[in-house]
């Protein structure tokens, strides 16, 4: 079925958002930022709301969600929102047992190690998921745009191995130890356990999308742990399977929802990341992007990658550091501005609303002649 006619793209309400067109390759007149956890403890306005509110439960609440979401976009002028959620909200939909430690990130009671737990696990999930799963979800993302207007949601999820890295290790770990070796002891079972959860994230993805969302991003943060062959062999084909959903609806026209993919420290995996089927390639600040460009054969259009620890540094440095991002950028067909990761909690709101005027700022959306 096709996205219906008062979806904001198929309206035209967010088709032509700078965005929405660097996504597709073009180059707008003003240069798109957008923060990836620009929702978020930075934000005073957020940490008053979130007052006594467990995050999963604020997660599910569809007029805060609507809120929290809506706050970077009025007090940054940002070019686009990011829906709040987090990765590990479908898996409390189908009720896991998931809750989110403050200060230290998702945490499952009955973590996931054997094969047999996995191949339960997975048997769990696809039955668990059903159109009316994601209703709080829907009904925020309605909300949300209802309010936007003609700035554009995205919508996201978490990519299989990320989301299996908090499921198999209980909560964060520093090399996803278990969860590497699970692939490698029972492919059978990794494939099983992270084949479900693509289900799952691809089920959320197309929720957010319907009720509204005009882009999407896959969210792989821990995938720089794994070398080439292992992503090729163990993450691509789960990881497609998530973008494919989201690149089969179309509006009325024939306009395709367009895909981010994004993850920290895979400078050697940008092109598999690319080809499982992203439109466009999120880039942490570990390379730059004239040399992500270029091992991306110098057609993708790339989104980043202003180091967060420049936000701290003063207007003068976070400036040039800017321009260069900004020059470097100019090597891909497009580019949308971002942080390489999300915004730390630390940060000053002003500083970020700074950056944003900056950018919007430069003259030709930042192209160099
Ligand atoms: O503004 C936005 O970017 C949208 C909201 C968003 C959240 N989580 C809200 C959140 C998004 C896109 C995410 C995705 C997410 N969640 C990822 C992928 C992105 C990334 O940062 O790499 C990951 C790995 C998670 C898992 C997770 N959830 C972590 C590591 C944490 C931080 C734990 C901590 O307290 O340091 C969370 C919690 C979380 N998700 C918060 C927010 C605003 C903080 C909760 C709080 O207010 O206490």
Known sequence: MPLSDSHPLSSGLTADAPLIRAARGERPETLPVWFMRQAGRSLPEYRELRKGIEMLDSCLRPELAAEITLQPVRRHGVDAAVFFSDIVVPLKLIGEAVDIVPGTGPVFENPVRTSQEAHDFAARVRERISPELFAPISEAVSLTVAELGATPLIGFAGAPFTVAAYVVEGGPSKDHLRTRTLMQADPEAWADLSGAI?????????????????????????????????????????????????????????????????????????????????????????????????????????????????????????????????????????????????????????VLTGLVEFAHSLPNGGRVE
């Open 198 to 350: 693509a289900e799952l994230s691809a089920a959320f993805l197309e929720a957010q999308v319907r009720a509204g969302a005009s882009i999407v991003q896959l969210f792989d943060s821990w995938a720089g742990s794994l070398s080439r062959d292992r992503y090729q062999k163990s993450i691509a084909a789960s990881s497609g399977l998530a973008l494919e959903r989201v690149r089969a609806l179309r509006t009325p026209a024939g306009e395709r929802v367009r895909t981010i993919h994004f993850g920290v420290g895979t400078a050697e995996l940008l092109p598999d990341m690319h080809a499982i089927g992203a439109d466009v390639m999120g880039v942490d600040d570990r390379i730059t992007l004239d040399e992500a460009s270029r091992r991306l054969g110098g057609n993708v259009p790339l989104q980043g990658n202003v180091d967060p620890a420049v936000l701290g540094a003063g207007d003068a440095v976070l400036q040039a550091h800017v321009r260069d991002v900004v020059r470097r950028g100019n090597s891909a067909p497009a580019h949308i501005l971002n942080l390489g990761h999300g915004v730390p909690p630390s940060a000053d709101p002003a």
